[in-house]
């Protein structure tokens, strides 16, 4: 079951964490199973008091603009004069000089959602690929989880690596185990609603990609009634937009995806803002109203500051547009 599988993980990185040498820990897995890697690298920071973590999920889209967003992360501005890996190893030893005197450790994880630039995240990577002379550094990175092996990699340095304190580490939850624990989520009247949001929204999208769309709907429809996080319920409400897209039932599409769009603009989420905006947006190209389509289009590009590919997609829109009015 994946609740064993994910004691098993919290029980490396608990005795990686603790353990008196400094290390670098390199996990492969997929843009899905990361997010369990976070969580269960964010439940051992809760009982960790004494340690300092800085997790980042951050997308890698490139090294420059990685390293930018990790020093936003920790409120500070971008240094263009220097390199990205300079500067990422200047962060690390700025937060290392923040650690109190006494048995307090710093836990570096780099845990990118999707690596879109994998040859730029190696080359990082392999910068922290070194033997750390500080006791309280812990480095976990995330790695792509590979069917062919890559020899100049992360991971597949860290596990060829002849260095004590490299580690190597595969985690896989196979499709079958986390279906079977998203619906044992879903039926259990005893999870708190946000536990059981996610889980729907993760069933109502499986049931969009197998054409079933009643059952997508209502899973759709439940999480926008649940008392849990606005951004949660926007993202229901734009996920419950293109299902309803999908259907052919466009009117209503337009309808729910601008009360979504509304809804993440008030929640503050820009990654289903830029999502309910796309989608607005090829929804006003197919019926035919091009301005209103550039004017989303406008706006997912303005809210897409967190990801440049997903700017420049939307700017190939909004020119895409422009030349066909031509």
Partial sequence: MPAARLHLLEQLLDGFITKPEPGVLVVACSDLEVFYLIHVLTSVDERSCADRFWIVADPFTGPRAYVDALAASLGLQPEP???????????????????????????CALTPAQIDDPEGFASLARTLLRPLADPRLRVILRDELRKEPRPTAAFELAAASPCEQHFAYTFSLPHELVVADIEAAVDDPQRPPHERAPALLQLASRALGHGRLTDALARCEAVVQMPVDPALQALALALKADILRQGHDLE?????????LESAVAAGSLPVVVH??????????????????????????????????????????????????C
Avoid: C, W
């Avoid at 004069?81 to 836990?107: F, M």
């Fill in 81 to 107: 004069s220097q390199t990205p890996e300079l500067r990422l190893h200047a962060l690390i030893e700025q937060l290392l000089a923040t650690l109190p005197p006494g048995d307090h450790r710093l836990v």
């Fill in 252 to 260: 209503a599409a337009l309808s729910t995806g601008t009360m979504a």
């Fill in 276 to 325: 309910a905006a796309m989608a607005l947006g090829d929804l006003a190209e197919e019926l035919g109203y091009p301005t209103d389509a550039t004017t989303y289009f406008s706006l997912a590009e303005r809210a897409a500051v967190f990801n440049p590919d997903l700017q420049a997609r939307a700017h190939a829109r909004i020119d895409a547009l422009k030349e066909h009015a």
